[in-house]
């Protein structure tokens, strides 16, 4: 089978030898309802790309910033190499492995590293000098298993060792950690279809959420922090791609679809073996599980990058917030073209007429991704779950909040100004003396908005 044929160099293994928690990954509800041929596939193809919480594999095809550093060489013999590195905030110590991918991988291990020429010294002479302009990898995976470490000792027993959100104290809490398999990251930088930036995982984990029982950690080092961001990076893609090709599957070989194929006359030998004929073709690879993957992966970078589709960017430093932009916020907030009102009510107490409507499900309330019942915020409390920052309201006014009802105001529904003044307002609530809907009435909508691109 194509799917299950790797190089050395596309996975690398590593022994993170870590006895918390189950040895294995919790798997999601679309695979748990395939038929069993089904259920196999999806396993192989997810943990031979991935492995086990104990042995887990760096996937290279993910971009993960799985490694200490990446460096190139630029001179050097079988046993000193002059490197040029990027970005790391990594230290590089003697013993750390150093590996050099290209026909044949040549292996090492740094006995010293001058930080000043960048030149490594080797334990042992290589079986060859490494090519000048060739890649290197220093401590190959070690980021990734160092995220490991520290997310079973700090982040498991919330957010679950599939990131599932379904760790042992998760049924305690409210609300309830987060799942990250399916990408969705409630505080982000980014618009409603793309991934959080790294930095924005960084000040969660470093300031932690208020109103809720995820804590600070900011006596993580920066190093720490980067590692444990880069493993919850790559539990979400984990979990995406074990969604997605169980999705895709379900529609002709969950179990459901198995029993009303058998049902309509097909023998269940012949269900099965079209089912292997199929994972089995090489255009099963090209047309469907490449594609996925090649879609996980650049969403994902193309969050991290500065691509104004991805990233949320502002022309100006806000508006200050005089009684006059306060007093604009506090229209907008009430108007039908920002809608906040319905949902927060018009004193912003979390209870505006969403919270007890009927909703598309035929439940009462709003309800999360997940199917979980879930509350506006008060904005009395003056308690910010994505943060108080004025940039971080005028994120959650402009792309919502995803994996919840909470919708973002585009461009072409409100001017950047205007969401200003909505962010001065919101900032103001928890000083409001105005009774709710005084002065303005719920009905009535701003000045309409030039639809012109800024």
Request: hydrophobic content about 35%.
């Amino acid at each position: 089978m194509r799917s299950a044929v790797f190089t050395a160099l596309s996975c690398v293994v590593l022994l993170a030898g870590c006895s918390k928690g189950t040895s294995d990954f919790a798997r999601s509800k679309d695979r748990n309802a395939l038929m069993p041929e089904a259920e196999k596939y999806v396993d192989a193809f997810v943990d031979s790309r991935f492995g086990t919480p104990t042995t887990i594999r760096v996937w290279d095809r993910l971009g993960l910033e799985a490694n200490k550093a990446n460096a190139t060489v630029e001179s050097g013999d079988e046993g000193t190499v002059d490197l040029k590195f990027g970005k790391t905030v990594f230290a590089i110590k003697p013993g750390d492995t150093i590996v050099f991918p290209g026909a044949k991988t040549l292996t090492g291990t740094i006995k010293s590293f001058d930080e000043t020429t960048q030149v490594a010294r080797l334990e042992t002479a290589l079986a060859a000098a490494p090519a000048s302009g060739s890649p290197a990898l220093v401590g190959a995976g070690a980021v990734l298993s160092t995220g490991r470490h520290l997310y079973a000792e700090h982040c498991q027993h919330c957010h679950g060792v599939a990131g599932d959100g379904n760790g042992p104290t998760a049924k305690y809490l409210n609300p309830l950690p987060r799942d990250y398999r399916k990408g969705l990251f409630k505080f982000t930088s980014t618009h409603y279809d793309y991934r959080p930036r790294r930095d924005d995982l960084s000040r969660i984990i470093l300031d932690g959420i208020p109103g809720t029982y995820m804590p600070s950690f900011k006596l993580l080092t920066d190093a720490e922090t980067a590692a444990i961001v880069e493993y919850v990076i790559f539990l979400s893609m984990r979990g995406q791609t074990e969604e997605g090709l169980a999705k895709y599957l379900s529609g002709d070989y969950s179990d459901d679809a198995f029993a009303e194929r058998v049902k309509g006359g097909e023998a269940s030998s012949e269900v099965i073996k079209g089912f292997k004929t199929e994972v089995d073709s090489p255009d099963f690879m090209a047309d469907t599980v490449d594609p996925l993957i090649e879609q996980i992966v650049t969403n994902w970078k193309t969050s991290q990058s500065d691509d104004p589709t991805a990233r949320v960017f502002v022309k100006s430093e806000g508006v200050e917030p005089t009684a006059e932009s306060i007093a604009k916020g506090r229209m907008l907030y009430l108007s039908d073209n920002a809608g906040c009102s319905k949902c927060h009510g018009q004193a912003g107490r979390g209870d505006g007429p969403s919270t007890t409507a009927l909703n598309s499900e035929g439940t009462l309330g709003l309800r999360d991704n997940w199917g979980h019942p879930i509350t506006p915020r008060n904005l009395r409390t003056g308690i910010y779950r994505g943060g108080r920052r004025p940039y971080d309201i005028y994120c959650r006014i402009s792309v919502g909040i995803k994996g919840t009802p909470m919708p973002g105001i585009p461009e072409a529904k409100m001017s950047e100004e205007d969401r200003w003044h909505l962010v001065n307002y919101v900032l103001s609530v928890p000083f409001e003396t105005l009774e709710p809907g005084k002065g303005v009435g719920a009905t009535v909508d701003p000045p309409k908005v030039a639809d012109t691109a800024h």
